[in-house]
């Protein structure tokens, strides 16, 4: 069990227009979130979609690649670990976050397919 690691493999559809950060050490990151759907019937025989949303963290190159080439409604493939951490909003609430930091990014769909909102 001692080479069990903390990883992520996603594929989903970009939900947002990556939200891009330069840093003035020159080093940059990309925020952006995807949906994964899961498809199931339900007692009734009806087919039922789950819709579950990822946040997602990209730095250096790969946050280079998603400025370039990602865009909304791009479907990607993804491999990363899952990181969680807290903060407290202006009125002293406490909030918890969880995204998915990217190691690998790969762009699925059609070849030449612009999605760029």
Same mark, same amino acid.
């Given at each position: 069990?001692?080479?069990?690691?903390?990883?992520?493999?996603? +594929?989903?559809?970009?939900?947002?227009?990556? $939200? =891009?950060?330069? !840093?003035?050490?020159?080093k940059k990151v990309s925020? !952006?979130?995807?949906?994964?759907?899961?498809?199931?019937?339900?007692?009734?025989g009806e087919k039922v979609?789950?819709?579950?949303?990822?946040? +997602?963290?990209?730095?250096?190159?790969?946050?280079? +690649?998603?400025?370039?080439?990602?865009?909304?409604?791009? $479907?990607?493939?993804? $491999?990363?670990?899952?990181?969680?951490?807290s903060y407290e909003t &202006?009125?002293?609430?406490?909030?918890?976050?969880? $995204?998915?930091?990217?190691?690998? =990014?790969?762009?699925?769909? +059609?070849?030449?397919?612009? &999605?760029?909102?």
């Amino acid at each position: 069990m001692s080479t069990l690691k903390n990883k992520v493999q996603l +594929i989903g559809n970009v939900g947002n227009v990556p $939200e =891009i950060t330069n !840093f003035e050490n020159g080093k940059k990151v990309s925020k !952006f979130s995807i949906a994964t759907n899961e498809s199931y019937k339900d007692s009734k025989g009806e087919k039922v979609t789950d819709t579950q949303w990822h946040t +997602i963290v990209a730095w250096g190159k790969i946050a280079e +690649i998603v400025e370039k080439y990602v865009g909304k409604g791009k $479907e990607v493939a993804l $491999e990363g670990k899952l990181t969680s951490r807290s903060y407290e909003t &202006a009125v002293g609430e406490k909030r918890y976050v969880t $995204e998915v930091v990217a190691d690998e =990014i790969l762009l699925l769909g +059609i070849k030449g397919d612009n &999605a760029t909102e």
